[in-house]
């Protein structure tokens, strides 16, 4: 084999699999800022110190993008963000499962598969360059169960131009989205509606407050807050009331 050809597959690709459900807005919009720019290129990769993860201290000898990892790289860093979890930080999919869609897996002869390239990749590069930051779970004493969750990091959205500012939108409006959705569905019954509706403003509060208590958890209830709590029972009582006047 010439020395040109001694890398398997010079020029992966990051392939979906089929039939998964739909990814977040923000993912879609992640990829296409991702794939429209040459990371390769890009001055982290020039001037970030590599630093090793266990001690902090940075790395004397360290290997740089090739062409060859540069090629990995770009597939991996839009696997990662096809598999992300905004709101976690988290790349929802295992080293393996991202080496065999980006193409990066070897087979030998003997039938033994291979996902060296991929987890070097991570290991030896992405990690000390601080695009994303790995940590095991699993039994302290069972290795075989442990496995390693991939943490995406500000530097790895610096690296595909992407704000803080920007993830910060798209997680309020995803946030928003789900509260909307969970509103909807507190009271749905028209004999609820009645039955609040048909009570003093004062009773009726206090019945959606319990409702409301009922419904949320004591994070979401924290996050809320005092201010925020009193604001959607006004908004569900003023609801409620149209929906009712509307239904008679």
């Known amino acids: 084999m010439s020395k040109k050809n001694y ?5 992966p690709v990051f392939i979906p699999p089929k039939n998964e459900k739909k990814r977040s807005k923000f993912v879609y919009y992640a990829m296409k800022k991702a794939f429209q720019i040459d990371i390769s290129k890009s001055e982290l990769n020039h001037t970030l110190l590599a630093i090793d993860p266990k001690t902090g201290n940075v790395l004397p000898r360290f290997r740089k993008l090739n062409k060859h990892r540069a090629y990995a790289m770009k597939a991996m860093v839009l696997a990662m963000l ?5 709101h976690s930080n988290i790349v929802e999919a295992s080293i393996e499962k991202l080496s ?3 193409g990066l897996s070897t087979v030998s002869q003997a039938g033994n598969k291979s996902i060296t390239r991929a987890s070097r990749l991570i290991t030896h ?19 075989k ?25 798209h997680k309020k409006e995803k946030l928003d989205q789900i509260l909307k959705k969970r509103e909807k569905k507190i009271f749905i019954s028209f004999s609820d509606i009645k039955i609040i509706s ?4 004062k009773s009726a509060k206090s019945k959606i407050l ?15 807050g005092p201010q925020g709590l009193k604001k959607k029972i006004d908004i569900e009582y003023s609801n409620l009331c149209k929906l009712y006047k509307n239904n008679k």
Do not use: W
Not at 125 to 143: A, D, H, L, N, T
Not at 145 to 169: A, D, E, G, H, V
């Open 125 to 143: 590069f992405m990690e000390p360059m601080g695009f994303v930051k790995r940590k095991k779970r699993g039994g302290k004493f069972i290795k």
């Open 198 to 201: 048909e009570l003093d403003e």
């Open 7 to 11: 890398v398997h597959n010079s020029q």
């Open 82 to 86: 096809y598999y992300y979890n905004i």
């Open 100 to 102: 065999d869609e980006c």
């Open 145 to 169: 169960y442990r496995f390693t969750r991939i943490f995406l990091t500000p530097m790895f959205f610096m690296l595909i131009q992407i704000s803080q500012s920007k993830i910060n939108q």
């Open 210 to 224: 319990k409702a409301l208590i009922n419904y949320y958890t004591a994070s979401e209830l924290t996050k809320i």
